[in-house]
């Protein structure tokens, strides 16, 4: 199964940018659609930037389009997170997921029960 590690993640202010990493290992990372999602204290977990196995499709959420970028690099086994011009509303913990044989439309808007590969996450903390 594979297995997923994130990192990068922190206290920045308002305004600030961090770039967060999804590294991969057990199985390659190339036939999975890779997705970030993030759960906010009090609240659901929301599939926030989802990227396909060639990185030729990306999806974002409402709310972190223009600011935030999805990308891959399958050599190196990593996918990445930036994210620029960032808000107290972007303040939790941020997942990383894969999964085989789907669309970032499904992986970021669909069910959740159906991912098998979770990060443990990394907690953004977005405060002056």
């Known amino acids: 199964q594979l297995q997923l590690v994130e990192s990068g993640g922190g206290l920045v202010q308002p305004g600030g940018s961090l770039r967060l990493s999804c590294a991969a290992s057990?199985?390659?990372?190339?036939?999975?659609?890779i997705g970030w999602f993030r759960q906010a204290p009090g609240k659901e977990r929301e599939g926030v930037s989802c990227?396909?196995?060639?990185?030729?499709?990306?999806k974002y959420a409402d709310s972190v389009k223009g600011r935030f970028t999805i990308s891959r690099d399958n050599a190196k086994k990593t996918v990445y997170l930036q994210m620029n011009s960032l808000k107290p509303e972007d303040t939790g913990v941020y997942y990383c997921?894969?999964?085989?044989?789907?669309?970032?439309?499904?992986?970021?808007?669909?069910?959740?029960?159906?991912?098998?590969?979770w990060g443990k996450g990394t907690l953004v903390t977005v405060s002056s």
């Open positions: 057990g199985f390659t990372l190339d036939y999975d659609v």
């Open positions: 990227i396909s196995t060639s990185g030729g499709r990306t």
């Open positions: 997921a894969g999964k085989l044989f789907t669309t970032v439309q499904a992986m970021c808007a669909g069910p959740q029960s159906g991912i098998n590969s």
